[in-house]
Every structure is written in structure tokens, then in C-alpha cells.
């Protein structure tokens, strides 16, 4: 990593040692083979959370990305993956597309959810506050 602090100064400061005290190490679950050893997976020290990319698995089931999870294969995988982060005593994550998608996640029983990504936020910011300029 570089030591270029933008993003994470509104966090955690300046100070490296300060951002290394509160680091995480999470997991991703994106592929068949992940899903078939997610418990040994989740299961690693020092492990603290596994994070579903959401899009990426579904993909890998042949499906549409943000197909919202509706897939029976997908929604099977979804409680797997949810059952060894609990097993492991770790948080179980998952990215979203939507808010309405992360909220049925977390009613599930996932921990943490992105619910949306960082283009979609800049560009929705950017969209909101050019309407408010031009009176929309």
C-alpha cells in the first residue's frame, strides 16, 4: 500500500499504526470452489469476516449479474456461506446493488452490506446536486 491516506484520514487519521489497529481481514467468496471450501475458508486465524461479491457469484452460476439473488443456486449459497460465517464466529458480508437488497441480506442474517458501489454514489451525489443547481 502507499502511504497516501485520502480516503482513510476522515476515518482513522494519518497515522499508520492507528490504521493498523483497526484493520480487517475479510474473504471473498466469488467462485464454485470458494463456496465448496467456505467453511474451511472462514474457518483461516485471523479471519474476520467473509464478504460474498454478490454479482461475481451469480456470474459464476451462469446467471445475469444483478439478477438481485432470486436464484434458487444462488439463494442456497447465500445461506451456506451465511452458516460458516456463523460457525467460524465471523461477520458474513455481502455486495449489493440496492438498499432494498441489502436490507433483505441483513434481515437474513448478514452482518455487513455495501449497497452500492463508489461510481454509483459519486455519480448519484453528482446527478442530486446538479438538479438542485438548475432548480430540478
Known amino acids: 500500500r502507499s502511504y497516501g491516506p485520502l480516503r482513510a484520514r ?7 499504526k492507528a490504521a493498523n489497529e483497526r484493520l480487517l481481514t475479510m474473504v ?13 475458508i472462514a474457518a483461516v486465524p485471523g479471519v474476520d469476516a467473509i464478504y ?7 456470474v459464476e452460476f451462469g446467471h445475469e449479474p444483478r439478477s438481485k439473488g ?11 456461506v451465511l452458516a460458516a ?8 458480508g455481502v455486495a449489493c446493488a440496492t438498499g432494498a ?10 452482518q455487513l452490506v455495501c449497497v452500492s458501489g463508489d461510481i454509483n454514489a459519486i455519480l ?3 446527478r442530486s446536486s446538479l438538479d438542485a443547481a438548475r432548480g430540478n
Do not use: C, H, W
Open 10 to 16: 476522515a476515518i482513522v487519521g494519518t497515522s499508520p
Open 28 to 40: 471473498m467468496i466469488e467462485t464454485r470452489k470458494a463456496l465448496e471450501n467456505v467453511e474451511a
Open 52 to 58: 460474498v461479491g454478490l454479482s461475481d457469484l451469480t
Open 70 to 80: 432470486a436464484d434458487a443456486e444462488v439463494d442456497a449459497a447465500m445461506k451456506q
Open 85 to 92: 460465517a456463523r460457525k467460524a464466529n465471523v461477520v458474513a
Open 101 to 110: 437488497q441489502g436490507r433483505k441480506y441483513l434481515s437474513d442474517g448478514f
Open 124 to 126: 448519484g451525489t453528482a
